[in-house]
């Protein structure tokens, strides 16, 4: 379980934070300036989040991006799955391998303790919770 958060999930946080407080939809060049990203680089921070439903996106001159989903039912854990992959793979902290059900390793039990408290907390904090209800819109149906 790595314990650190690539770039593009930062800005995928950033976009989702921007589209909540915005009261219409957002231009790709206007949410790349306000996530201090480029133009290029914004779909693929905002397309994993279209896949889930979470923001849609309307091509065109009257296109942008707009959120689909309060924020305050992102979960932080759900966010970071998206833009990460899953969180637990199974492999052990110690043998970059999974533990054998007979002879685990020597952190196997604190480790999995630790990664439950974490993972719960994680899933209970949602992406609005961060910051506040300072975030939070109504969204389209």
Known sequence: MRL?????????LRAL???????SRVKGADLAGRIDS????VPQVVAPLVGRGWVSSEPGPLGGYELRTPLDEVAV???IEVMEGPTDTGTCV???RECAAD?????????????AALMAELTATS???IHGSSTTRRTRT
């Not at 650190?4 to 995928?12: Q, S, V, W």
């Not at 934070?17 to 009261?23: D, I």
């Open 4 to 12: 650190e958060l690539n770039k593009r999930t930062e800005l995928a």
């Open 17 to 23: 934070e921007v589209l909540a407080s915005s009261p």
């Open 38 to 41: 480029t133009v290029a680089f």
């Open 77 to 79: 854990l759900e966010l």
């Open 94 to 96: 110690l043998k970059g």
């Open 103 to 115: 002879e685990p390793c020597a952190l196997h039990e604190p480790w999995t303790r630790a990664r």
């Open 127 to 129: 992406i609005d919770d």
